[in-house]
């Protein structure tokens, strides 16, 4: 086995910015303003993540991805914002570059789905940047059906992000 998954402590916090923050500027150059990924700063994010894993929400979950050396990737999400009776929302989903194509967002995405049906989640979903294809070729692949592209408020701006359903968990969950 390559890497390991495992659920998120407050001890994981700095590990947890570092890789959220190398993501997004892997990520999302191009897709948001270079300003924006410049100013990402380590500690404020570290602070955020380890409050949030002190204080998790109902029905919340951040797993992480390790390999033999360091954190590699991360899931976390809890009931979906749009309320919908028994559908559970993953928030984030990262996984460093240099570790994609080895099954790890696959993992990831199974194993956080998993935690969410234990908790009586019946359907899934994530929202995505329109215009991040291999992420939507990624959901995709793996059965998301993708809505519509909508407007949201975003850094810089206005983004568009499309969201994907798995309307029964249990595709996700084997």
């Known amino acids: 086995m390559q890497h390991v998954i495992f659920p998120a402590g407050p001890d994981d916090a700095e590990d947890l910015a570092r890789v959220h923050i190398t993501t997004w500027r892997e990520t999302?150059?191009?897709?948001?303003?270079?300003?924006?990924?410049?100013?990402m700063s380590i500690p404020v994010h570290a602070r955020r993540f380890r409050a949030g894993l002190m204080r998790?929400?109902?029905?919340?979950?951040?797993?992480?991805?390790?390999?033999?050396?360091?954190?590699?990737?991360?899931?976390?999400?809890?009931?979906?914002?749009?309320?919908?009776?028994?559908?559970?929302e993953v928030a984030t989903l990262y996984v460093l570059k240099a570790a994609q194509g080895r099954g790890v967002g696959r993992d990831l995405l199974t194993s956080i789905a998993r935690v969410f049906a234990a908790n009586g989640a019946s359907s899934l979903m994530l929202s995505v940047l329109r215009d991040n294809i291999p992420a939507r070729q990624f959901y995709e692949h793996l059965g998301g059906r993708a809505e519509a592209p909508r407007r949201e408020p975003g850094p810089g701006g206005v983004t568009?992000?499309?969201?994907?359903?798995?309307?029964?968990?249990?595709?996700?969950?084997?």
Do not use: H
């Open 28 to 39: 999302y150059q191009g897709l948001l303003p270079d300003s924006y990924l410049t100013r």
């Open 56 to 88: 998790p929400g109902e029905q919340e979950a951040t797993l992480v991805a390790a390999d033999r050396t360091r954190l590699i990737g991360y899931a976390a999400g809890g009931p979906a914002r749009s309320r919908r009776p028994g559908e559970a």
């Open 160 to 174: 568009y992000e499309v969201s994907y359903r798995w309307p029964d968990i249990r595709d996700l969950t084997g």
